[in-house]
């Protein structure tokens, strides 16, 4: 999935005011401040009592629902096989955010991790680097993972 597509994106869900992060590949390289790799998809997690305004503005780009794993995630897809896989989270008034695990259990996102990053010229939301860790763990890592964790920890090295 191009930059260019993924920043159409952004700018849709950013004209509903619906609060949104880049998390997984696009995430990490917000952090970068540049892509690093090439994407499949763009992983978004979005404000859950907003999904119906996320999936107008997504369809509004050509995208139609082809994947539907709620309440945990779903998938919408363009063409040009592009692909934006939607996480819906609960947001809490303290600033924390859960999302529905398939088991039914829940995944706790702390306030911490959210941040901003550049991807192009632009400022986005993303995850922080120990969110982004937090989301890498609990299932067996592919290449694409293991690669994307080392750049978090060359990120990290820069940092200090």
């Given amino acids: 999935m191009p930059l260019e ?25 917000a952090l970068a401040g540049h892509q690093t790799r090439d994407h499949q998809d763009v992983d978004i997690d ?20 082809t994947l539907d794993e709620r309440p945990t995630r779903f998938e919408m897809h363009a063409p040009g096989d592009w692909c934006v896989d939607v996480h819906p989270l609960h947001l809490d008034p303290s600033g924390d955010a ?15 991790w959210f941040t901003t990053g550049r991807l192009g010229d632009r400022t986005v939301p ?4 120990d969110g982004q860790r937090h989301f890498h763990t609990g299932y067996e890592l592919r290449a694409v993972d293991v690669r994307d964790l080392s750049l978090l920890d060359r990120l990290a090295v820069r940092s200090d």
Avoid: K, M, N
């Fill in 126 to 129: 993303c995850y922080t680097a």
């Fill in 98 to 112: 859960r999302q529905q695990a398939p088991d039914g259990s829940w995944w706790c996102f702390r306030r911490e």
């Fill in 46 to 65: 979005v404000d859950a009592s907003r999904e119906g305004e996320v999936i107008a503005a997504l369809q509004a780009l050509g995208y139609r629902e």
């Fill in 5 to 29: 597509e993924v920043l159409r994106v952004v700018d849709a869900l950013e004209a509903t005011g619906c609060p949104h992060w880049l998390e997984g590949g696009w995430g990490i390289d």
